[in-house]
């Protein structure tokens, strides 16, 4: 299924994902909370993390990519069904998209793992949408 397209960076930067976790990545760019992680009762949370299991909360959804550009998610298809955990089971580089409660694109891709303590660190570009 073809969705709206990306019409720039809404934000981008590093994000740090533990075992048990979730993120908005919709909070604003100037948001000194952007990037922490919180459980899934927090209602912005839109990517969470069982890892090797990973799941779009709040009406978001998430399908694993082969590559990386800026119009990837957009044209993504296999979307995984809301509030289900899926096995993803990612490697250094891999990449996850993320179509958010709100609408936009996030595009995720795997920079370091942790396997000590579950956790998996993120390089993240959250796509504007119509209206930002």
Request: charged share 15%; aromatic share 10%.
């Amino acid at each position: 299924m073809r969705r709206t397209g990306a019409q720039g960076i809404y934000h981008k930067g590093t994000l740090a994902l533990a075992f048990g976790t979730c993120v908005d990545l919709d909070a604003p760019p100037g948001d000194a909370q952007w990037g922490e992680t919180s459980d899934a009762n927090t209602g912005g949370a839109d990517f969470c993390s069982e890892s090797p299991g990973f799941a779009g909360l709040n009406g978001a959804t998430i399908v694993p990519v082969s590559s990386g550009t800026d119009t990837t998610c957009q044209n993504a298809t296999g979307w995984f069904r809301q509030n289900a955990y899926q096995n993803l089971n990612l490697n250094l580089g891999s990449f996850v998209c993320v179509h958010t409660n709100v609408g936009r694109y996030s595009l995720l891709r795997v920079d370091h793992i942790d396997s000590t303590n579950s956790s998996i660190t993120f390089a993240v570009k959250t796509f504007k949408k119509s209206g930002d």
